[in-house]
């Protein structure tokens, strides 16, 4: 196996550290060269840091050894069984580069975009071997955040998916098929959402940029970072999701209502939610979920008092600063 990665700053170099630090060959090329000469650098600093807490098993050197930069792009096509593309967001540009990597690299090699929001559709429709083209968009940094999100367009072979999505957790990351194309994907059209309403406090004089980050960061984010929206849902009333809807989806729906937007939780996707939950919980252990929630937290705060970061201080008079 043998990675391409096209495109060296920031979002190609985190793909180099999750690819180099599974056990896979990795070519990087970047078109500026000023860009190419910075990224090894900026290798070894990151993997400096995951070897500093204690994310390598190996010395941080037999990593990056396994990362070449390569001068052209056609040397670092060479072999290649997947190309993870990371050029800037542009449509004009990504399509420039995908009818190059068409041609240039090997036939049965994947050709994937990190977009955030640009979709295959978009980039590939005019290719010849557009049916092994498709969106693996990383959260930033990829070798942190290990959710990719793999989205075919309808032209996409599905054999192409499965390779992708096999190919990503075998690199230790967490690959979510989403099953249509839209703008996005599920990481930003859920982020856009949470830093619209954000923007909007702040705009209305509800809350200051700092306390918004706040009840996110010491709030919502805490829960988040052990469960997900249904889960936490779930979990918040005895009862499960069904119950948590029927007690606060009027007041969520009003609230999206003064946004202009009405999508009310109808009791027919409601019940497909918890159907969905039940599959991988089953009722009757709510309590015990629950303590397992709170144990993970439990875990999360120990973890940030340990480390000493993102610690609220205390002034003399004991407001937090």
């Not at 690959?175 to 209305?204: K, T």
């Not at 010491?218 to 889960?231: I, M, S």
Request: charged content about 25%; glycine content about 10%.
């Amino acid at each position: 196996m043998r990675i391409a990665i096209v495109g060296a700053g920031t979002i190609g170099v985190g793909w180099a550290v999750v690819f180099a630090r599974a056990g896979v060959s990795v070519a990087a090329h970047d078109p500026d060269p000023e860009r190419l000469r910075a990224a090894a650098p900026e290798l070894e600093r990151r993997l400096g840091s995951l070897a500093a807490g204690g994310l390598l098993d190996e010395e941080p050197g037999a990593v990056a050894a396994r990362v070449r930069f390569a001068g052209t792009l056609a040397e670092a096509l060479e072999g290649a069984t997947h190309v993870q593309e990371c050029a800037p967001e542009s449509l004009e540009l990504k399509r420039s580069l995908f009818a190059e990597l068409d041609g240039l690299a090997p036939a049965d090699a994947v050709l994937a975009t990190s977009s955030s929001a640009l979709t295959a559709g978009e980039i590939a429709a005019h290719l010849p071997g557009r049916a092994r083209c498709l969106v693996a968009h990383p959260g930033n940094p990829p070798y942190l955040l290990p959710v990719v999100e793999l989205v075919p367009a309808p032209f996409t072979d599905a054999d192409v998916v499965e390779r992708t999505r096999a190919l990503f957790e075998g690199v230790g990351m967490s690959p979510v098929v989403v099953r249509r194309e839209l703008e996005g994907f599920v990481f930003n059209r859920l982020q856009g959402a949470l830093l619209r309403e954000a923007y909007c406090l702040v705009r209305d004089g509800v809350a200051s940029v700092e306390d918004v980050d706040r009840v996110v960061r010491d709030g919502l984010g805490r829960r988040w970072a052990v469960l997900g929206p249904f889960e936490t849902a779930e979990l918040n009333t005895r009862g499960g999701i069904e119950a948590h809807a029927e007690k606060l989806g009027p007041a969520y729906a009003r609230m999206g209502a003064e946004r202009g937007q009405h999508d009310p939780w109808t009791p027919e996707l409601v019940e497909r939610v918890a159907a969905e939950l039940r599959e991988r919980n089953p009722p009757g252990h709510w309590d015990e979920r629950v303590a397992g929630r709170d144990e993970a937290l439990i875990a999360l705060e120990r973890a940030r008092r340990g480390s000493g970061l993102f610690v609220p201080r205390r002034s003399a008079d004991g407001a937090t600063a």
